[in-house]
């Protein structure tokens, strides 16, 4: 270990961190309006029926995984009864499934936004950036899975990589644990950090969005326009209801 595994194991993920949380809480103060994801389904909807899903469902897939890999520890789910071979089939299994629809449906994305003339002048540089840092740590998560489980022969990230993920929340990260990890899997780390030290300032921000105050908001009322007009008077000249 030496200043540089400091600095991208101690450093950089706590600058990420405080990016990340004060950035939302600037975004949602100074740019309520711009919270949005910028819809482009009125300009194509063919490609965004297939990519979308893809993608949405799999990185949900991706997020859960990540979720119970780095925060639950390895103990647990052996005090459960989940042996390391079958977490470890599961996991690589559920793993590249989910990499694969996931990878899959960005690039749809990505090509439909490319080629269909209206999404691409809606296309901003920040889109662009943020597509691009989306793209290399999905490619990198699926790389460092596949050529450390499938192809190599095997490597158990929680016995490394999930300590420390956890110990920066402890307030004592060690960055011993990552200094030996295999290289795929710290530049994984590394560009998820990137992703999210830019996450508020892009159209990522609609993930922590839910629609609650739907459920306390008024009914809108559509009324249908009657083809007679209304009253006993006809109506002047000029003042015709519209059909």
């Known amino acids: 270990m030496n200043a540089l595994d400091v600095v991208l194991w101690v ?10 949380v004060l950035g939302h809480v600037w975004r949602y103060r100074y740019d309520k309006f711009g919270w949005t994801t910028r819809s482009s389904q009125m300009y194509e909807s063919r490609l965004l029926r297939i990519g979308s899903p893809l993608f949405h469902f799999g990185i949900l897939v991706v997020l859960l995984g ?36 996931t990878l899959g449906g960005l690039a749809i994305l990505i090509y439909r936004r490319r080629t269909v003339g209206p999404v691409f002048t809606a296309t ?37 990589i999930s300590p420390w993920f956890r110990s920066i929340f402890y307030f004592q990260p060690d960055p011993a644990l990552m200094a030996g990890a295999p290289l795929l899997f710290r530049l994984h780390a590394l560009s998820a950090l990137v992703l999210f030290a830019i996450w508020p300032f892009t159209r990522l921000v609609h993930m922590l969005t839910a629609p609650v105050g739907y459920l306390t908001r008024p009914y809108v009322v559509y009324r249908s326009r009657d083809e007679q007009p209304t009253g006993s008077r006809a109506p002047r000249r000029g003042w015709e209801p519209s059909r």
């Open 11 to 20: 450093v950089a993920p706590y600058v990420a961190l405080t990016v990340f």
């Open 66 to 101: 990540h979720i119970g890999g780095l925060v639950i520890p390895k103990s647990w789910t052996e005090a459960a009864g989940v042996s390391e071979h079958a977490y470890h089939v599961v996991a690589v299994v559920l793993g590249t499934i989910a990499g694969v629809a």
């Open 124 to 160: 901003t540089r920040n889109d662009k950036l943020m597509y691009a840092v989306l793209a290399v740590a999905i490619v990198l998560g699926l790389a460092a899975t596949v050529m450390a489980n499938i192809v190599g022969g095997g490597y158990d990230y929680r016995t490394t």
